[in-house]
């Protein structure tokens, strides 16, 4: 009989969920932390959890076979220091709805100028001048899986163009335009520049003053997607320089973000604490679920991550 070892702080919720699903031949255990008894540990040959709770487990589970993280990002579990001898998937194709939601929350603030406005009502002021619209300006995608396609349909219920950036991923209808190599080309082209690309090798620094320098001054930047994509020192130039008109951020290469970074203060930043798209519950077991299926008929899994590429 198999078993699985779960790690979360919500780890009741997701234990309820999966014996509701009347899993074949599947017993539980569930913990909210990475204090587990070696006797247990021993026995797990499944563990869904949080990476920063699985990687300091893995020298004591014996029998482990597959590892279904809660979340997409997989870092923790990819340093060369660390076992790789069993399958590692992660949670997709459950974020797009709630990551479009994030960016397009921030979209609209900015075009209808939500904080002008109540600004001037503080003041008492009348202003009718227009705002501006979503409508023909150009979102500019770094990486189009299933997030990014998620974002490019909201895009254009919205009349925007669509351009996406790629090495990869080519199958969402909605993106316009596809680009593959030349990044300072594509970031010209833009009015919101939207990074949802994971960290792997690759993107490291990928967005550095070259990127920023090449936007219009107009421009928007949101990351969504990992922290270390960006040259935190040229991004805060960009913004403090009026390079470009303002950022929005829900990843930093350092989380929490440290007290004494300048990010806290840059002007025209916009701060969120990687909150974008959270796992749930309700939508993670679902990801297990479905593979447990396919696990127990000894098929391949949903979602594998190659330890090489990071993703």
Known sequence: MPKLLILSDRAEQYENLIQAAKLPNLEIFAFKNADVKAKIANQCEIVLGYPSLIRDLLPSLAKLRWVQTLS??????????????????NARGVFGELMAEYVFGYLLFHERQIFKHHQLQAKKSWDGSDTGSLRDKTIGLLGVGSIGAHVAKTAKHFGMIVHGYTRSSQSSPDVDVYHHDDLIEFACGVDYLVNIFPNTPETQKLLDASVFDALPKTAIFINVGRGSAVDDEALQAALEQEKIAGAVLDVFDKEPLPKEHPFWTTPNLWITFHTAAPSLPKDISQVFIENYHRYIKDEALNYQVDFERGY
């Not at 997409?72 to 998937?89: I, K, M």
Request: no cysteine; net charge neutral; glycine share 6%.
């Open 72 to 89: 997409a990002g997989v870092e923790l579990l990819l340093l060369p220091s660390l076992r790789r001898d069993y399958v590692l998937t």
